[in-house]
């Protein structure tokens, strides 16, 4: 009995701990996630029958009649599988530097330079010779890759798929292109009928295809070839619709599939051009068609039942099994993997402990504390500037740049445009820079940069602005905006024309009033932080950070940072800590400024340009340069201001049997009628289960012995209730 019941004082009573002490080196663990850069390559390996993609840092497998992603890697020894693809018979494969031999199962890396990276690939399986290229020139292997030699020709352009026996590049701005019939030994430059100022390599299809631009007569020509490439011959010209192709995936019937623009195009051998896809705007959940314009595929390969997948510069891949009538996105993105892309937002569920993160190019994730994975919100799309959780369960916010708002009400599972935000962009000026978190009224105030701050309290129905101070004969431009205790709004803003000068301003009353903070500044304003000690902090870029003690006190200069670095975020955590996240690392005081301790052990070395407070696993999140989210165990006590307390209400809910072993039944209890969703927790705070589905029982049986917390969301409020479970 006195186990269990300390057990549960470990979940139920807020405990106070100390930071860590600096002799413990605390050190970062990296939150491997699944957001990436654009996809370089993707490509259909008919020995596998599989549909293969590179996502600039992780490559993703489907079999075809699949429809699940898997990691690319199966090797034991956890060998990172990226770069561009290329393939050959029996289950051979190269991926940028790496080479399988056994369909993937175990992988080689050859010694090419470490300087070397790879852009292109080619195999020819005639003479076993692959071809890889890049900014530092261009390689050939006739061993399986485990040993290069350097081709003594221009970097190449662009590399074609091998045909027969013979390689294709281009060179020169893609204004020659060169032939290789003995395994990339010598190459010869083709015989080519017009002048031309661009061509693609051609691409393996029944007749050698490719195309080119004329500027004799600017118009875009389909040529043939049936000497290996050697000589050419003008098949016909293309029509306007077809203008300015570029081939980028050939189908099961020998046509070629190319990009024109905005539009995906099928050529067959006589030149005849069918558009399969034209979209000239980026649509957003919910079919707003946005400013964005879609550039078209990067892209695409068929597989052996004839779906076609294409993917777009934001590596979005989408796959078409009716020849492009209808697309469909697909969901690789919901894998593990390692992260490029920059990190637009970070925000932490202050009940769960689950990290919301917003890419610049990918979309908005996930990760769930309990399962310690990454899942896709369903939202992708370029110029994401803000997330926010609440005020409901499952609710999310989501701010583009240029687009305006999204609302989910299913934890990210569908979208909502936010419509009224059209009102407030008519002057085609306004920018959402960020969403503040959510007040206690239910209220969300976005930073509509350089305009002012608005607020809604019935879901983005109706706005109201807050308004900032007037400067007369001056012109304001709103900066950066973040919330501070209880209704406190902190400020910075750019002021102009005469006045010329950078100025924090505070509200203690959510807009009503404001009131300005110390002397203004002449240098732009990165980041600023109002803490719970009445203490206003301010990161001036090229001079560091300072910090204001009071109302009236001057400005005191706490960091002098190197060069023209400048915290480019401020994060204070609930033992009245200060953290910086700076060019070189983040950094920590504990006395005002007065001192800075560095800790980046574990960090990759780059720039961190975003942190975060997670209350319920007590750490610190920090979003790097590029090179993902990274956690820092910091035990400091559990911040209970971040918790609804009217959250908890144990009579609402009923679990039996209690104890229980292989099942578990919740339900709501006479006074609540629905339940939204179920999360269950072990004594470390880790969520061992997810559900919307009150009704069904809970299966258990992989549940471990111990004391568990039930945590019911419910309209209006939360509930828990302690179990055990006994073997």
Not at 492 to 504: A, K, Q
Not at 507 to 518: C, L, P, Y
Not at 642 to 649: G, M, Q
Request: net charge negative.
């Amino acid at each position: 009995m006195y186990k269990l019941n300390r057990a549960c004082m470990i979940l139920l009573i807020v405990f106070v701990a100390v930071s860590p002490a600096a002799s413990q080196t605390p050190t970062w663990q990296s939150l491997d996630g699944p957001y990436k850069g654009t996809i370089s390559t993707m490509a259909y390996s008919d020995a596998l029958n599989e549909v293969w993609i590179d996502v600039s840092g992780r490559t993703y497998r489907r079999t075809v009649g699949s429809s699940d992603w898997r990691p690319a890697n199966t090797d034991p020894s956890g060998t990172v599988v990226q770069g561009p693809l290329a393939f050959g018979p029996q289950g051979v494969i190269f991926a940028g530097r790496h080479h399988s031999a056994d369909g993937g199962g175990t992988w080689q890396e050859g010694n090419l330079p470490d300087s070397v990276v790879v852009e292109m690939i080619a195999y020819d399986s005639v003479s076993d010779v692959v071809v890889i290229a890049g900014d530092t020139g261009a390689w050939r292997s006739n061993d399986g890759g485990l040993s290069w030699q350097l081709i003594d020709l221009p970097s190449f352009d662009r590399l074609g798929s091998p045909v027969a026996g013979a390689i294709y590049a281009t060179i020169e701005r893609n204004t020659k292109l060169l032939v290789s019939i003995d395994g990339a030994q010598t190459w010869t430059e083709a015989v080519i009928p017009v002048p031309v100022n661009s061509l693609t390599p051609p691409l393996v299809s029944g007749t050698l295809m490719t195309t080119a631009y004329d500027p004799a007569t600017r118009q875009s020509v389909l040529l043939n070839s049936i000497d290996d490439g050697l000589s050419w011959a003008i098949v016909s010209s293309m029509p306007s619709a077809c203008s300015g192709t570029q081939l980028i995936g050939t189908d099961l019937q020998g046509r070629v599939l190319s990009r024109s623009s905005s539009r995906l195009l099928r050529i067959d051998v006589g030149g005849t051009c069918e558009v399969l896809l034209d979209r000239s705007r980026y649509t957003f959940p919910g079919g707003l068609t946005t400013s964005i314009r879609w550039d078209g595929p990067t892209a695409a390969t068929v597989d052996s039942e004839g779906t076609i997948y294409i993917v777009d510069r934001w590596g979005i891949v989408e796959r078409s099994n009716d020849s492009g009538a209808t697309w469909t996105v697909e969901p690789y993105r919901n894998l593990s993997g390692t992260q490029y892309s920059s990190l637009e937002f970070l925000a932490v569920d202050p009940i769960s402990g689950d990290l919301l993160v917003g890419t610049g190019a990918d979309g908005a994730f996930i990760y769930e504390s309990g399962s310690a994975s990454w899942r896709g919100l369903g939202f992708r799309g370029p110029g994401l500037r803000g997330v926010r959780l609440g005020p409901a369960p499952s609710e999310i916010w989501i701010g583009t740049l240029l687009n305006g708002l999204f609302r989910s009400m299913d934890d990210g599972e569908s979208w909502s445009f936010v419509p009224n935000y059209e009102l407030h962009r008519s002057s085609g000026v306004m920018k959402l820079y960020g969403i503040l978190p959510v007040f206690s009224d239910g209220a969300i105030v976005v930073n509509w940069r350089e305009t002012d701050l608005w607020q809604t309290t019935d879901g983005g129905v109706t706005w109201d602005a807050l308004g900032l101070p007037d400067y007369p004969g001056c012109e304001t431009k709103l900066i950066d905006a973040v919330k501070g205790p209880g209704e406190a709004i902190t400020a910075t803003l750019e002021v102009e024309n005469s006045c010329s000068r950078f100025e924090v301003i505070r509200s203690i009353d959510r807009g009503a009033t404001w009131e300005v903070v110390g002397e203004p500044f002449q240098q732009w304003l990165e980041a600023v932080l109002h803490d719970s000690r009445g203490r206003t902090w301010v990161s001036v870029y090229g001079l560091g950070i300072f910090v204001q003690e009071g109302d009236t006190a001057p400005w005191t200069h706490t960091l002098a940072l190197i060069g023209n670095e400048s915290a480019l975020d401020l994060l204070e955590t609930p033992n009245g800590d200060v953290f910086a996240a700076t060019l070189t690392g983040v950094r920590r005081t504990t006395d005002s400024g007065s001192t800075w301790q560095a800790l980046d052990n574990g960090l990759p070395e780059t720039c961190v340009e975003l942190l975060a407070w997670d209350p319920i696993r007590q750490a610190i999140l920090a979003a790097t340069c590029k090179k993902g989210v990274y956690r820092l165990d910091w035990p400091v006590g559990v911040n209970t201001e971040s918790l609804p307390s009217a959250a908890f209400k144990i009579g609402d809910l009923d679990a039996f049997p209690n104890p229980f072993r292989s099942t578990l039944t919740i339900r709501p209890a006479l006074s609540v009628s629905v339940i939204e969703r179920i999360e269950i927790f072990d004594t470390l705070g880790r969520r061992v289960y997810r559900s919307r589905d009150s009704d069904q029982p809970v299966d258990a049986t992989r549940f471990a012995a111990g004391v568990y917390l039930i945590r019911a969301y419910f309209p209006g409020g939360v509930a828990t209730r302690t179990v055990v479970k006994i073997f």
